[in-house]
Antibody, heavy 116, light 108 residues
Framework: QVQLVQSGAEVKKPGASVKVSCKVS????????MHWVRQAPGKGLEWMGG????????IYEQKFQGRVTMTEDTSTDTAYMELSSLRSEDTAVYYC?????????WGQGTLVTVSA | EIVLTQSPGTLSLSPGERATLSCRAS???????LAWYQQKPGQAPRLLIY???SRATGIPDRFSGSGSGTDFTLTISRLEPEDFAVYYC?????????FGQGTKVEIK
């Protein structure tokens, strides 16, 4: 049974960083292609980046380049997404999702609120 | 960058009716890399269709996908009460992923 369990909600001030975790069970983290997708309140889905199926390095959507870092801890089968220099527009639910070219499994989502 | 445009923005239908949702790409997308998702309020998206026309595990056969090139369609043959939700198309290409803006299927 594949499960992705994410860390809990976060409240951050503008300019701070947030690190969201995603624990994988049913696979090892190296067996899957892990991606991160966010959804602002009342808005659509936005891909942030992920590990390309053909590569071992993360690929980031251009708008997040320089602010986002995606890593994996193989000892705990946990993936991480860190977003820095937070602004109010980063308030969203952040999802981890796995799949080669589409996303078969999703985490439950982590609400990140950026507020002064 | 491939842009996906979904239409209509909102579809108002009654249970039992047929729903036809469109996803148009700004340039050709490989059918292997076109997927559809359903999302209900407060829930993560759920994969419905991958490879443009293959149903994901456990998806009822009233959901079907079709299309190629730049024009793709998700059809729900007879709407059940649990099908009222937002639907997104998604493409993968050149190591990038993109989503359409979504179509909301609401009860008329």
């Amino acid at each position: 049974q594949v499960q992705l369990v994410q860390s809990g909600a976060e409240v951050k001030k503008p300019g701070a960083s947030v690190k969201v975790s995603c624990k994988v069970s049913g696979y090892t983290v190296t067996e899957v292609s892990m991606h991160w997708v966010r959804q602002a309140p009342g808005k659509g889905l936005e891909w942030m980046g992920g590990f390309d199926p053909e590569d071992t390095e993360a690929i980031y959507e251009q708008k997040f380049q320089g602010r986002v870092t995606m890593t994996e801890d193989t000892s705990t089968d946990t993936a991480y997404m860190e977003l820095s220099s937070l602004r109010s527009e980063d308030t969203a639910v952040y999802y981890c999702a796995i799949g080669r070219y589409n996303f078969d499994y999703w985490g439950q989502g982590t609400l990140v609120t950026v507020s002064a | 960058e491939i842009v996906l445009t979904q239409s209509p923005g909102t579809l108002s239908l009654s249970p039992g009716e047929r729903a036809t949702l469109s996803c148009r790409a700004s340039q050709s997308v490989s059918s292997s890399y076109l997927a559809w998702y359903q999302q209900k309020p407060g829930q993560a998206p759920r994969l419905l269709i991958y490879g443009a026309s293959s149903r994901a595990t456990g998806i009822p056969d009233r959901f079907s996908g079709s299309g190629s090139g730049t024009d793709f369609t998700l059809t729900i043959s007879r709407l059940e009460p649990e099908d009222f939700a937002v639907y997104y198309c998604q493409q993968y290409g050149s190591s990038r992923v993109g989503f359409g803006q979504g179509t909301k299927v609401e009860i008329k």
